[in-house]
């Protein structure tokens, strides 16, 4: 199993690499956006985890950052 998805990952990395920088990003982004609203667990795990380590922020605060780390990190 590990051997079928490292393949698809090489075929995907292979089948992106010649996509413009400003496509790749741009793809990226909306995959982290499709992420945060289907990955609601692991949204979860970041809420908890800023809560704890950024009690001073307030919750919205924590919530921009929390879709914008999912965002970026897509």
């Avoid at 090489?10 to 995959?31: D, K």
């Avoid at 956006?33 to 380590?53: F, G, K, P, Q, Y």
């Amino acid at each position: 199993m590990k051997a079928v998805l490292y393949r698809v990952a090489v075929a995907s990395m292979r089948l992106l690499a010649p996509w413009p920088l400003p496509l790749l990003r741009a793809v990226g982004r909306a995959f982290g956006i499709v992420l945060w609203h289907l990955a609601r667990s692991r949204c979860e795990v970041v809420r908890t985890n800023l809560a704890l380590c950024m009690p001073q922020l307030d919750p919205m605060q924590r919530e921009a950052l929390a879709r914008a780390v999912f965002v970026a990190f897509a």
